[in-house]
């Protein structure tokens, strides 16, 4: 664990660019915002009083939440009025290349400790992912695989694992891993884990407890060139470094 700095208010997201080696950070700092802080490379960021080194990507509507991704110089985030958009925004030509209307009816906040995040997206090393839950199925958490390019639904599932005491989660190699709390915060851990092949159960997953800092994580994303996962606890932004292995077939 490596704490970078604080900067922002208690929720918000930070990332790069998931999909390219580029050294570029985005910072999206709040839960219902239209600016987008773009630093050129780690180091502005952690050397910057503030945003004061960053540029300003405007997005034409606000986002909703904290579950946005930048891939492929695409930022990827979640807009709700009576329904769930996503929208993709490219940051080079600072201009929408497409959206979609979630296919889902009676959005639930995903994540019971985080009621403000509607639906998560995410990346890893398979493409694009949308978590997500339903007043059908409200108990559990659902996902969804996208297409990046068309932002076309693959495939959904439901899965075993409980909105409630959630926090955030995170997907590696087709394995979503949902991490949890306590109302008032403690340490959180992976504590439920579904994998889209079936080759990880619940029992044969570490139980990851990650150290207790501050609050609770309002965001974790992964980032697969660099086997990261960048954090944002209650305005601090840090950095995990994850020991993985292969998933084995039988």
Not at 4 to 21: E, F, I, Q, S
Not at 78 to 86: P, Y
Request: aromatic share 12%.
């Amino acid at each position: 664990m490596k704490i970078l700095k604080r900067v922002g208010g208690p929720k918000g997201m930070w990332t790069k660019d998931t999909g390219r080696t580029s050294g570029k950070v985005y910072i999206f700092n709040g839960t219902a915002e239209d600016t987008i802080n773009e630093f050129a490379t780690v180091q502005d960021f952690t050397r910057s009083l503030g945003f004061s080194l960053s540029t300003d990507l405007k997005i034409p509507s606000s986002w909703k939440g904290t579950g946005h991704v930048v891939y492929n110089n695409q930022v990827y985030y979640v807009n709700q009025a009576e329904e769930i958009r996503v929208i993709k925004f490219d940051t080079e030509n600072k201009s929408v290349t497409d959206s979609m209307v979630f296919p889902v009816q009676d959005h639930v906040p995903v994540y019971g400790l985080n009621p403000e995040t509607v639906m998560d997206l995410a990346v890893d090393e398979e493409g694009l992912w949308a978590i997500y839950a339903t007043r059908q199925n409200e108990r559990y958490i659902s996902l969804a695989k996208m297409d990046s390019n068309s932002l076309d639904i693959e495939q959904m599932w439901d899965t075993n694992c409980p909105r409630e005491n959630a926090e955030t989660a995170f997907v590696i190699c087709g394995t979503l891993y949902v991490v949890y709390n306590t109302n008032q915060p403690g340490r959180s851990r992976v504590q439920c884990v579904f994998d889209v092949n079936d080759l990880v159960t619940n029992e044969e997953a570490p139980l990851v407890y990650f150290p207790k800092r501050y609050s609770f994580h309002s965001s974790l994303k992964y980032n697969p060139q660099e086997q990261l996962l960048y954090a944002w606890d209650d305005g601090y932004q840090i950095l995990y470094k994850l020991s993985m292995k292969k998933k084995l077939e039988i």
